[in-house]
């Protein structure tokens, strides 16, 4: 399964000759390039899958997917992580 987290994007830099931002993702920060979306700015929001801001989402949109992630986390039965499927 894939999925696509949204972001706000902080900060934009060239480097090397590929377009890269500092993304936040409630309060964590990443390293995203931003090749495949030539038109984001500072402070828009951002559908990232893979290290890749794959489109431009409106900020209602991303605040209610970033709402909902964070009620379906309430269910979880406890931390998942890759150690998790190892020992399964």
Same mark, same amino acid.
């Given at each position: 399964?894939?999925?696509g987290?949204?972001?706000?994007?902080?900060?934009?830099?060239?480097?090397? &000759?590929?377009?890269?931002?500092? =993304? +936040?993702? /409630?309060?964590?920060?990443?390293?995203?390039? @931003?090749e495949?979306?030539?038109?984001?700015?500072?402070?828009?929001?951002?559908?990232?899958?893979? &290290?890749?801001?794959i489109?431009? =989402? +409106?900020? /209602?949109?991303?605040?209610?997917?970033?709402? @909902?992630?964070?009620?379906?986390?309430?269910?979880?039965?406890?931390?998942v992580?890759?150690?998790?499927?190892?020992?399964g």
């Amino acid at each position: 399964m894939c999925l696509g987290i949204p972001g706000r994007v902080k900060a934009t830099r060239d480097e090397q &000759g590929t377009r890269m931002a500092t =993304v +936040d993702f /409630g309060g964590v920060t990443k390293e995203i390039c @931003l090749e495949f979306t030539p038109e984001v700015t500072i402070d828009d929001y951002v559908i990232v899958h893979a &290290g890749f801001a794959i489109s431009k =989402v +409106d900020e /209602g949109a991303a605040l209610e997917s970033l709402r @909902l992630f964070a009620a379906m986390a309430a269910f979880a039965p406890g931390p998942v992580d890759d150690r998790d499927e190892a020992e399964g």
